[in-house]
């Protein structure tokens, strides 16, 4: 409580300041700043104030608006794209060239660093998946520098949504000269050099992070605000009350037990979003090696119950993994069925749960994650007769346990699209993925995700379909539970250039005060 009111003292004053600072009630710690190294949304947010890639992100779309590429053009196959780079600089005054794209790019695809993300664009170039693998060297990537002005890549086949697909942060261009200075060291505040519009200040862990307006930057003018503070807190309520008291401007989530409340709000702003919350099934750890205990776990818990009475925002239960899309056929799925479930786990060998070993749900510190988790325990014990432990793990310990050891049975995740795309989805499951935390391999599913890369239009989308029936309805690999929908609290009679939009993405030199 000491520590809570400390913040908020310190942010109230800081609010006093003017308009023209600007606080989030950003969630987690940020695990880091480099942003190779980082693969959530806390860490995007951050990303987005200190770093431009080739493109960024339209505040109202999400499709790729010009950023350190002022202009790019495509073959007629769309199997290659040129990026013209416009004249602009580090913060240290160091021009950004095409070779400090290509140094950039490699170095997040070496697979020495063993970076998360790695394998977006490395699936995509061709020859990126060689030099993940280590099959061959970086000379085998299909990237290079025309001219100090133009970058030119090579795709493994037509990808007209390539220039959307670079706003990501897998994409990032970042500062060779002083990473090579300083090390890892280079993302202290005092060695610090970015290109976006703003520059680190200040990182105090567990607390916050502040940045201040950069004036290197190349549309410097164009940027209002002056200062954006990123605090680092999980507690729901918490973060309520700090924007409440006036010492935040914008929460991005809310306390579940608070959302009859919040949703009377006239600040309170929900809409859809192209994203999933789902449980990871480690389909490496017994008994969720036996598809017919997945199905079992699938089927035997009310998504529309848990919409309804626990998470309360608006979300959609979800039966697939990629959310409706315009022109895609998602999978199929499974219904709510407690009696079929429980003659799938009777096959399995544990009639009614009997002799069924304890699993555990893993999820990150957040209230509304354990609620959830909490429903569907119960359920599982009411409808199949088995017990479930839940452990709750920081930020940081919970994605190294997902992603790193892979010592978990159950995890609760999210994914927000990267881009607008089906793909975006499919990818995650490929054999040895970066995101494939379940450690799912199904050999057909990888032959349709790379047959999709060579395809366009239709043809493209029935072979992304066809792969997610495998990953869903034939082998139950994850557990879709909801679509999101976007729960901010931001004051839009205060604030413009923040607009609702499907990947909640809000570019930070966009956001301004509003003028009277």
Avoid: C
């Avoid at 606080?23 to 770093?51: K, Q």
């Avoid at 990808?159 to 300083?182: G, L, Q, R, S």
């Amino acid at each position: 409580m000491k520590r809570t009111l400390a913040i908020l003292l310190a942010l109230l004053a800081v609010a006093a300041v003017g308009a023209q600072n600007f606080t989030i009630v950003n969630g987690a710690e940020p695990t880091s700043l480099d942003p190779h190294a980082v693969e959530g949304v806390p860490e995007h947010r951050i990303y987005m104030a200190l770093f431009e890639g080739l493109t960024i992100a339209d505040p109202k779309t999400n499709r790729a608006l010009p950023g350190i590429a002022q202009s790019w053009t495509f073959s007629k196959d769309f199997k290659t794209i040129t990026f013209k780079l416009r004249n602009a600089t580090w913060s240290d005054g160091v021009p950004i060239t095409a070779d400090t794209v290509v140094k950039s790019w490699l170095r997040k695809m070496d697979p020495k660093n063993a970076f998360q993300y790695a394998d977006l664009p490395a699936m995509y170039i061709e020859g990126g998946m060689d030099y993940l693998s280590g099959k061959a060297g970086p000379e085998a990537v299909k990237i290079r520098a025309v001219d100090p002005q133009t970058f030119e890549v090579k795709l493994v086949g037509p990808t007209p949504f390539f220039p959307d697909m670079v706003t990501h942060y897998a994409f990032a261009i970042v500062p060779m000269h002083a990473i090579e200075k300083y090390g890892n060291n280079w993302v202290k505040p005092e060695n610090w050099v970015s290109n976006g519009p703003f520059v680190l200040k200040e990182w105090r862990p567990q607390e916050k992070v502040v940045v201040v307006k950069n004036n290197k930057y190349w549309d410097a003018k164009n940027v209002a605000l002056k200062q954006v503070t990123f605090i680092a807190n999980e507690d729901l309520n918490v973060g309520y009350n700090l924007y409440k008291s006036g010492a935040a401007d914008w929460i991005d989530a809310v306390p579940l037990e608070l959302m009859d409340e919040i949703k009377l709000r006239k600040d309170f702003h929900v809409a859809p979003e192209y994203g999933t919350y789902y449980y990871i099934l480690n389909v490496t750890h017994k008994p969720l090696d036996d598809v017919r205990v997945r199905k079992a776990l699938a089927m035997s818990f009310d998504k529309k119950v848990l919409v309804e009475q626990v998470t309360k925002g608006g979300q959609v239960p979800a039966n697939s993994f990629v959310p409706p899309s315009t022109g895609y056929t998602p999978a199929k799925g499974y219904d709510f069925n407690p009696e079929m479930a429980r003659k799938l786990l009777a096959e399995a060998g544990y009639p009614n749960g009997k002799g069924f070993p304890k699993l555990s749900i893993l999820y990150n510190t957040s209230s509304s994650h354990k609620k959830i988790a909490e429903f569907i325990q119960a359920e599982w014990k009411k409808n199949l007769g088995i017990d479930v432990e839940l452990v709750n793990q920081e930020w940081g310990t919970y994605l190294d346990t997902r992603s790193q050891s892979h010592n978990f049975d159950i995890a609760r995740a999210g994914w927000i699209a990267d881009y607008l795309d089906p793909s975006t989805f499919t990818d995650m499951w490929v054999t040895g993925g970066t995101q494939n935390d379940g450690l799912y391999s199904n050999k057909k599913y990888d032959e349709l995700i790379e047959k999709a890369k060579t395809q366009t239009g239709a043809e493209r989308m029935k072979t992304l379909s066809q792969a997610e029936a495998i990953l869903i309805d034939q082998d139950m690999a994850i557990i879709p539970i909801y679509f999101y929908v976007t729960q901010n609290v931001i004051d839009l009679d205060k604030w413009d250039g923040w607009y609702p939009n499907p990947m909640n993405v809000h570019p930070w030199k966009f956001i301004r005060p509003k003028t009277k």
